[in-house]
């Protein structure tokens, strides 16, 4: 593991500009036409309000722990800030701008974790493997050069996207949402940093449930409120914005989710490679202070890269990163 530097995927100049963007974009958003729902987990009413970020209101399931964005906007008004607003349309540059670097750090990764789970699931080759919300279709493409499936469908609702996908030889690419699809067949179902954005997550697990044969394997990937970036910055974190990501679940949380569809042997890691980064990044451009954050501060102070690298991969080790990957079997 060698200390990947988040500017690398999110580079600070376009950040800050989509930042901007995203500050017009917020007019599309009225606060009194939002939508109230039930943890998104354990569909508990009961919840604590945590903090208002931009129009939105963060809140935690009493229950679950889970922090979810209640009031939300709903879907129609979701795919419209998807397909037209700014700063969306300023992230897919930021994206492809970025592409070399995010298939080395994380898509790369990514698939060399997605084998590590097959393997020890016992699974040498998968017949149909699927991909859910496959973007530009980075993953597949991957999957295929290394032999991972005998099939391969790429579902992506985006037009623009789903056009991408349909660039890579022996791809079936299907432009639409998985709850529209009645049978898949699949003998694993993957899906990456999706179900943050769901205005109804566990429709969408049900259907991952149902697109499985049985036995089947579901992997995907999420962020962990739980984890050392997140419950350090909470509101300050970057990731946590709305209307992108809805729901923050942790390893119970999600486990709760995926064991009321009726999904089996849930196995959770965090992979995370940014969290010591993330927290540096904002220790050095004062969004927390040093003074509140005294050990960081120690950290930092030590300016040793292999003293970050190592505190990283303890992190990761004892499952305390906020980027977690979930498998579960049908
Ligand atoms: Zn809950």
């Known amino acids: ?29 009225k606060s009194n036409s ?10 508990s009413k009961k919840y604590t309000f945590q903090f208002k970020k931009s129009k939105f209101t963060f809140v935690e399931c009493k229950k679950c722990l889970t922090l979810f ?37 994380i898509f790369e990764p990514r698939l060399k974790l997605v084998q590590k ?40 609702p985006s037009e623009i996207t789903s056009k991408k996908c349909k660039e890579i030889p022996k791809i079936n690419v299907i432009e639409s949402t998985i709850e529209k699809i009645p049978k898949l067949n699949a003998d694993v179902i993957v899906n990456f940093e999706l179900i943050e954005h769901l205005f109804e ?23 962990n409120f739980f984890g050392l970036d997140m419950q350090i910055l909470k509101k300050e974190h970057d990731s946590v914005v709305a209307p ?5 679940f942790n390893p119970n949380s999600i486990s709760l989710l995926l064991k009321s569809i009726g999904f089996k042997k849930i196995n959770i890691i965090t992979p995370g490679i940014l969290d010591i980064d993330i927290i540096m990044n904002k220790l050095n451009t004062n969004i927390i202070s040093e003074k509140n954050f005294p050990f960081f501060s120690y950290v930092k102070k030590q300016n040793n890269s292999n003293l970050l690298l190592d505190i990283q991969k303890l992190i ?11 498998s579960a079997k049908k």
């Open 201 to 223: 997550p566990k429709p969408f697990i049900k259907s991952c449930y149902n697109g499985l044969k049985s036995n089947g394997l579901l992997i995907l990937t999420t962020p």
């Open 69 to 105: 964005v209640n009031p939300r906007p709903s879907v129609e008004l979701l795919e419209k800030f998807y397909s037209s607003s700014k700063c969306m349309n300023y992230w897919a540059q930021i994206y492809q701008k970025t592409e070399k670097s995010r298939i080395k750090n």
């Open 117 to 156: 789970v097959l393997h020890e699931n016992n699974i040498k080759k998968i017949n149909h493997l699927v991909e859910v919300g496959a973007g530009y279709g980075w993953f597949c493409r991957l999957a295929q050069k290394h032999n991972l499936a005998n099939s391969i469908t790429a579902i992506e």
């Open 244 to 248: 992108n990501h809805l729901n923050f």
């Open 1 to 29: 593991m060698t200390l990947v530097k988040e500017s690398n995927i999110r580079p600070n100049n376009m950040i800050k500009k989509m930042n901007q963007l995203r500050k017009n974009d917020m007019a599309m958003f």
């Open 34 to 43: 939002f939508i109230s729902v039930n943890c998104p987990s354990c569909n």
């Open 316 to 326: 990761q080790k004892y499952n305390l990163s906020s980027s977690m990957l979930i």
